[in-house]
């Protein structure tokens, strides 16, 4: 007979079995996992948890944790008691412990033959099984070290539900132990880990390190510590056994290592565990590899080897593996067993890159993650996905057993239950993971059992009125910060009644969640249910507005075009009507969203562009000119000007001729003028000088680049020659930020930005700037047949962001158009 099963039947003489429900979803899903098909009732007043008299910290950790969800969620007490104090009033013991630590822990498993050591079921690893003994019903769970103790009664926490006025255990037996070693969260401030409730979260989410720093690198050589915080900070940690590494900024002068040092000593006299050398975007340093055998000696001088060291590579070499610097660090004895924390997603081929270049162990995962672009202040449970190169699960389920550690960086803006559980539930179990389970646990835990599924549902249906709504999250000179805004108005109904529906969801998710979360009540209301009602009540309110970015951009083609024009009368009239219209408006929409953060500084915005008047136009016209002068010289200390317009001077006239019989005929040369229309940051404009005359059109190099954003240039070309042998000959350079700290990553800004020829409706050519060279090259550009009674091709020249690029650098330059005639 099964060996579990046997034990059960003889519970039965015990307790009373009652058939089961179906067992819940655990989350992470263990390795081993058999269930009885029956519960066990646990009558009120009859359960004690029982440790060990030499229980660790992290055992007596779990038994606080079990003990207050138990309390929290079934509104029933369980003492906790050491081995030797009175347990005759309780007719079941939940025996929490090692076999080390608790003299009835081994005595169960030695009679009831459970493996349990510290290689069985492994580090971190627990057994959970239902043993009668001396008239008792025991429940064990028992760990291969202390933290897996911890672990396993949160598994045993998952294994109670509700029955009656009482609670039922579903019976099973457990055998676990993760597959990703290390699980982390480091903080980018000591005192976050202080936070209440924090570090309990981290136990429940199977973290075993954390490390200090001080921001979003390291803590600076020589920096002032905070030895009261960052002791009290290890000492939670110790308590609940995680690992905790000092962090420095390593990526510094020569004449800095002695304070790098001193640094690090001081850290490890506060009880740091491990040393994490940090160089990440500061940069490689002045010798990284003398520093870095400086800190291997210290770690040797106290036993801190393998795991315990740790390391972020610099910028270049953490999102990549086989780079110069990674090759030479693991080339110095001690680095190869360390913990390499790079970016990249986990993978077979990773771990086999990882392994070529010098590493001994699997390499460990940074992942950059949550990453919204977005303004929300709610935005739902973030899968792994919305992250650094958006790895989906079917990749993570196989690379996760790539990996030796997992952390993620990011997410102090959302709650923490949706972040520290994600990945760190994942990386105990990445094949079998479930994220519709993972979901509804932290739905259970942060709304309670009875709201899980609405919760669910709300996050599903925010998703749904995202769709309805433009979330712009940039904010600069050209384009405001701005509240959400429908796409297009038609669909403003169907927003609206969404809105609504999610309205009576969210009071009664509120309303419940209040009774039955195990979260404080004032994290559950400030983390959570006040976010999600400013966000609905944003968008719900948004759905009823209009905005100006509906109507404005022909209305500014209008104003530019009389600016141009020298217009003054149809220009003025223009500007009146469009600032009572952005009057209108923008009043309601102050009134209706004071909730959204980017509100105010929107509605200023729109009001200093209302207030423009014709010389103020005039003064924003030379502005434009003056930045983009600006903008050519700061981007040929990037790329000299030289460089990218030299090509321009040797038009090849004689494209495609073939045969030297016949030859092209080139009938005009035109250069687009100076009269840019435009949407956002790009500037446009002429570049003259040292006998070159080009377009140019010159991206912000400060802020991001957002969808739709333009500008173009007009350029009136006469029509001459056979109508049905024309084409157009130009040059177009273009240089972006290939370079990634100090590697070259070609074309890695393609697809995001383009240059076009449009004539009237249609799209005559169009070219990828992120695969042009710097030093250019010329295209030849057929036009359709050009109808007898078009004198002047009408063109437009015009650049545009397809896609949001963030700290792209980008300037091109195009030659004048030339009108060619092409032989037959």
């Not at 944790?65 to 081995?83: D, G, H, I, N, S």
């Not at 340093?285 to 590579?313: F, K, M, N, S, W």
């Not at 509100?599 to 423009?612: D, G, M, N, S």
């Amino acid at each position: 007979m099964n060996p579990f099963f046997r034990l059960v039947v003889l519970a039965a003489a015990l307790v009373t079995l009652v058939r089961a429900e179906p067992p819940p979803a655990l989350v992470p899903p263990p390795r081993e996992v058999n269930w009885a098909g029956a519960d066990v009732p646990l009558a009120p007043n009859s359960v004690a948890i029982v440790i060990g008299r030499n229980a660790a910290d992290p055992e007596r950790e779990g038994a606080r944790l079990l003990q207050e969800y138990v309390a929290k969620r079934f509104k029933q007490r369980w003492p906790v008691l050491r081995e030797g104090e009175d347990q005759g009033a309780h007719t079941t013991l939940v025996v929490l412990g090692q076999r080390s630590t608790c003299q009835l822990m081994d005595r169960l498993c030695t009679e009831q033959r459970i493996a349990l050591s510290a290689g069985s079921p492994g580090a971190d690893g627990y057994v959970i099984q239902l043993c009668p003994a001396a008239g008792r019903t025991h429940i064990i769970v028992g760990g291969s070290n202390a933290r897996g103790v911890m672990y396993g009664q949160d598994t045993l926490a998952q294994l109670l539900r509700p029955s009656g006025d009482g609670i039922a255990l579903v019976a099973a037996t457990v055998r676990d132990a993760p597959v990703v070693p290390w699980r982390g969260r480091p903080q980018t401030m000591v005192k976050h880990y202080l936070r209440p409730g924090e570090l309990d979260l981290y136990a429940t989410s199977r973290v075993n390190f954390i490390d200090l720093r001080s921001g979003i690198y390291a803590f600076e050589p020589g920096e002032k510590l905070d030895g009261a915080e960052i002791g009290e900070a290890v000492r939670q940690a110790h308590r609940r056994g995680f690992v905790v590494y000092a962090t420095v900024n390593c990526g510094v002068p020569r004449a800095d290592y002695p304070k790098v040092m001193a640094t690090f000593r001081e850290l490890l006299e506060l009880g740091a565990d491990g040393l994490w050398l940090s160089f990440d975007d500061k940069g490689p340093g002045e010798d990284p590899l003398g520093l870095v055998r400086q800190v291997l000696e210290l770690g040797r001088a106290r036993r801190i080897e393998g795991h315990l060291i740790a390391i972020t590579p610099p910028k270049g070499s953490y999102p990549k593996i086989n780079t110069e610097f990674n090759r030479q660090l693991l080339a110095v004895p001690g680095m190869e067993t360390a913990l390499w924390f790079w970016t990249v997603v986990p993978s077979p081929e990773a771990q086999a890159e990882a392994r070529a270049a010098g590493l001994k162990v699997r390499p460990a995962w940074w992942h950059n993650w949550p990453r919204l672009f977005t303004p929300q202040g709610y935005t739902g449970l973030p899968p792994l996905s919305l992250g650094w190169s958006a790895p989906d699960y079917a990749q993570l389920a196989v690379g996760g057993e790539c990996l030796e550690a997992a952390m993620p960086w990011g997410g102090n803006s959302l709650g923490r239950h949706y972040v520290v559980p994600v990945i760190n539930w994942w990386a105990w179990n990445p094949r079998q993971h479930d994220w519709h389970a993972l979901r509804q646990r932290i739905y259970r835990l942060v709304f309670g059992e009875r709201q899980a599924a609405g919760a669910a549902e709300f996050d599903d249906q925010l998703q749904q009125l995202f769709a309805f709504f433009r979330h712009p999250y940039k904010a600069s000179e050209e384009v405001p910060a701005s509240p959400p805004r429908l796409y297009r108005p038609a669909e403003r109904a169907a927003a609206r009644a969404l809105a609504a529906e999610m309205t009576v969801l969210l009071d009664r998710l509120a309303a419940g969640a209040g009774r039955d979360t195990v979260l404080d009540a004032g994290d559950l209301k400030t983390a959570y249910l006040e976010p999600m009602q400013r966000e609905l009540a944003a968008h719900r309110a948004a759905a009823e507005l209009d905005f100006p970015e509906e109507w404005w951009p022909e209305t500014q083609r209008q104003i530019l075009a009389a600016l141009y024009q020298a217009d003054r009368a149809a220009g003025e009239r223009v500007i009146a009507e469009a600032r009572a219209r952005i009057t209108r408006e923008i009043d309601r929409v102050a009134r209706a969203l004071p909730m959204v953060p980017a509100t105010q500084k929107y509605v200023e915005w729109w009001q200093r562009r209302a207030a423009l008047d014709w010389p103020g136009w005039n003064a924003l016209r030379l502005a434009r000119e003056k930045e983009l002068a600006a903008r050519i010289a700061d981007y040929n200390r990037i790329v000299p000007t030289k460089t990218m317009v030299a090509g321009l001077r040797s038009p090849p006239l004689e494209w495609g001729i073939g045969r030297w019989q016949v030859s092209n005929r080139l009938l005009a040369t035109t250069l687009p003028r100076p009269q840019p229309q435009y949407s956002g940051d790009w500037q446009a404009g002429l570049y003259r000088q040292d006998g070159v005359e080009a377009a140019v059109f010159a991206a912000s190099r400060k802020v991001p680049g957002e969808i739709g954003e333009y500008a173009e240039l007009p350029a009136s070309v006469p029509v001459a020659g056979r109508r049905d042998r024309l084409a157009l000959l130009l040059f177009v350079s273009s240089t972006n930020k290939d370079l990634f700290s100090n590697t070259m990553v070609p074309y890695r800004w393609a697809g995001y930005r383009f240059i076009q020829v449009r004539w009237r409706d249609q799209v005559l050519w169009e070219q990828d700037l992120g695969q042009l060279p710097a030093a250019g090259d010329w295209f030849m550009i057929p036009l359709p047949g050009i109808p007898d009674d078009v004198s002047a091709l009408e063109l437009s020249l015009r650049v545009e962001d397809r896609r949001v690029s963030l700290n792209n650098y980008t300037i091109a330059y195009a030659s004048p158009f030339r009108l060619i005639e092409r032989p037959e």
